[in-house]
């Protein structure tokens, strides 16, 4: 491997979004902060967050109410310890934020909450209506941007993480203004890279969220839970040549209905809570209506709202919609279920810690257990706050004296490759058949011979060996890893529970309590 530049930080934070950053203006109370940027330094999950943030703030609401509602959205799953952490320190970080500057929607001088879907009381607070993630980060980078222990590096794709002994010690970076490799050392280490939605086909994520946290952790022996566990968010915009724009759950809450192509409102028939049930529940109906209708989509009808208010309270979906010649307040929006939110990730404790000593995560990477099986709309902007708090204290605890430390496991040694092809063409390949297989095979619905094809497919797989390093290369790699651990916990989890549903086993376990899924590069996919 080519020589690589030293860096050396007190503290190494991968990822610029809502956990890295609350988590880094904590740290550099504590020492110097150096955080990894894979893009731009406002290219994360964060910035595109529609919805909202949801605290239990409200004069009708409570926080016993908000973990109740968490944990029945996580069908069984969720660690009650860990739902409690967030409800309880939600508060506060709000507070914090508005303190920051950060400018939430108001009615008067009071805060503004909504509704989203399985929450039983309006808690979702907003901001420009529905730019909730932008607003956040705004504040948090001026924030951190104000203090000269933060410093913040764009365009720094981290590929591995580096090891003295067991201990983690720091992670190899491909700095793309350069085209060089080059390492940071410096232990604790917080992963909070986001999201994996670019292992699907149809997602609602943005390029960035090819899963690298994960895959980083597991080359490097670190233990993973609920990877099967694939949030798919009901209503993403379906037409040809358009991204999968998310329109927010809180359309639904505001008002809005479904239907499919002969116009018939269908989710009474599914659920009690009709527009507002689960997203997993949404999901799945629409994919049965679409199947049953043999249609594409379905529709998403705002009509019967009031059009001022809904331009007002939904701008970036008005406008959006609006290049793609639809008026949400005037025609019906053709929708259809994206891959949008990971459950399962980096096993951590209730502090972030992960089963590798030096290794922490928070945010969409980590599995604290917070959203169980399926993750209750708008806590993941809050989880992001409130465990990045709780890393950096842990991490702040935690500084060892470490020696020179050596790679966990490099790109060319963990996947040398077939022979010689077509450069660029071949990675597009490989990518695109990785994508529609986990799409085809495990998604919405799955079944065990679907679920079996998927792990033989994804493992017969090989990424070109002669390509030279790059952004993409380096995702390439993370992708087809992560769809293959996606897949073999899907096949191995013989049960239907939030997210995850078997039509061969379309029930939940009941003969024993809920399990966890865990899998380590050492260890296949155990239940405990």
């Not at 948090?140 to 981290?158: G, N, Q, T, Y």
Request: aromatic letters at 6%; proline letters at 4%.
């Amino acid at each position: 491997m080519q020589s690589r530049k030293n860096q050396k930080a007190d503290f190494l934070v991968i990822g610029s979004g809502i956990a890295g950053l609350r988590a880094a203006i904590e740290l550099g109370r504590a020492g110097n902060v150096l955080i990894l940027s894979k893009g731009d330094l406002f290219e994360s999950n964060t910035e595109y967050a529609q919805g909202g943030i949801a605290a239990a703030m409200g004069e009708d609401d409570e926080v016993c109410l908000h973990l109740h509602d968490t944990l029945q959205a996580g069908d069984g799953l969720c660690r009650e310890e860990a739902v409690r952490v967030l409800v309880e320190d939600g508060p506060e970080q709000i507070h914090q934020l508005v303190d920051w500057g950060m400018r939430f929607d108001r009615n008067g001088t009071k805060l503004a909450f909504t509704r989203e879907g399985a929450h039983s009381r309006s808690r979702v607070l907003h901001a420009r209506g529905d730019s909730t993630g932008s607003e956040i980060l705004r504040a948090l980078m001026a924030r951190a941007k104000s203090l000269a222990s933060v410093h913040l590096v764009s365009h720094a794709f981290a590929v591995d993480l580096l090891l003295d002994g067991d201990r983690v010690a720091g992670a190899i970076y491909w700095d793309e203004k350069t085209s060089a490799l080059k390492e940071v050392t410096g232990s604790p280490v917080l992963l909070a890279t986001g999201g994996l939605g670019q292992v699907y086909r149809e997602t609602t994520n943005p390029t960035m969220a090819s899963g690298d946290g994960v895959a980083m952790a597991y080359r490097a022996g670190a233990l993973l839970s609920d990877m099967e566990f694939i949030q798919f968010h009901p209503t993403a915009l379906s037409l040809k040549g358009a991204p999968r724009f998310l329109l927010s759950e809180a359309v639904r809450g505001e008002g809005a209905v479904l239907r499919n192509i002969l116009l018939e409102r269908f989710m009474p028939r599914y659920h009690e809570a009709a527009e507002l049930a689960p997203r997993d529940i949404v999901s799945r109906a629409i994919v049965m209506e679409m199947q049953k209708c043999r249609s594409e989509f379905v529709y998403l009808d705002l009509t019967g709202l009031d059009s001022e208010h809904v331009q007002k309270r939904f701008p970036r979906i008005y406008s959006t919609c609006l290049q793609y010649n639809i008026d949400i307040t005037t025609n019906l929006v053709p929708v259809r279920p994206s891959a949008h939110y990971a459950m399962g990730g980096v096993a951590t404790d209730l502090h972030g810690a992960a089963s590798l000593e030096g290794l922490y995560a928070a945010g969409e990477v980590a599995a604290t257990g917070v959203h169980g099986a399926n993750r209750l709309a708008s806590n993941s902007l809050l989880e992001g706050l409130v465990y990045g708090v709780r890393c950096a204290s842990a991490m702040t605890n935690s500084r060892p004296n470490l020696h020179p430390a050596a790679p966990a496991r490099t790109f060319s040694a963990a996947h040398p490759g077939p022979n010689p092809g077509n450069g660029q063409a071949d990675l597009e390949k490989v990518l695109s058949e990785v994508r529609s297989i986990l799409w085809e095979k495990v998604g919405v619905i799955r079944n065990g011979k679907e679920l079996c094809e998927a792990v033989k497919r994804l493992e017969a797989i090989a990424l070109p060996g002669f390509a030279p390093p790059s952004r993409q290369l380096y995702e390439a790699q993370n992708i087809l890893e992560v769809g293959r651990l996606i897949a073999r916990c899907a096949l191995e989890r013989k049960e239907s529970r939030g997210a995850h549903y078997r039509v061969d086993y379309p029930l939940k376990i009941t003969s024993s309590p809920p399990r966890h899924s865990y899998v380590s590069r050492d260890k296949p996919v155990y239940f405990e």
